[in-house]
């Protein structure tokens, strides 16, 4: 996770959940946390990216990058999917 990790720490406490499985990567706010994400992809210390309470346009910005982007010929996709208990199915 990357992020301001007393925010996720504290969030994460907040809702009962357990992360101390997950490596925490602090970053002071969503454009840093972009970057960072960025080039932990490029580190190979991870496949994909997904998208957290930062906004697509923080995010994107950082991939599409000119300079240290995740940016290749192959086209961009995104999947938007949101799992709502009271629906009877997940809505994509």
Same mark, same amino acid.
């Given at each position: 996770?990357?992020? /301001? @990790?007393?925010?996720?720490?504290?969030?994460?406490?907040?809702?009962?959940? @357990?992360?101390?499985? $997950?490596?925490?990567?602090?970053?002071?706010?969503? +454009?840093?946390?972009?970057?960072?994400?960025?080039?932990?992809?490029?580190?190979?210390? %991870?496949?994909?990216?997904?998208? %957290?309470?930062?906004?697509? +346009?923080? #995010?994107?910005?950082? &991939?599409?990058?000119?300079?240290?982007? #995740? !940016?290749? +010929? !192959?086209?961009?996709?995104?999947? $938007? &999917?949101?799992?709502? /208990?009271?629906? /009877?199915? !997940?809505?994509?």
């Amino acid at each position: 996770m990357v992020g /301001p @990790e007393k925010k996720i720490r504290e969030t994460a406490s907040k809702y009962g959940l @357990e992360i101390s499985g $997950f490596e925490i990567v602090d970053a002071l706010h969503s +454009d840093e946390a972009a970057a960072k994400s960025v080039e932990l992809i490029h580190a190979a210390k %991870g496949e994909m990216l997904m998208k %957290g309470s930062l906004h697509t +346009d923080e #995010l994107m910005r950082s &991939v599409t990058a000119k300079v240290g982007g #995740l !940016r290749t +010929d !192959r086209r961009i996709s995104h999947v $938007f &999917v949101m799992d709502v /208990p009271a629906m /009877p199915k !997940r809505c994509l």
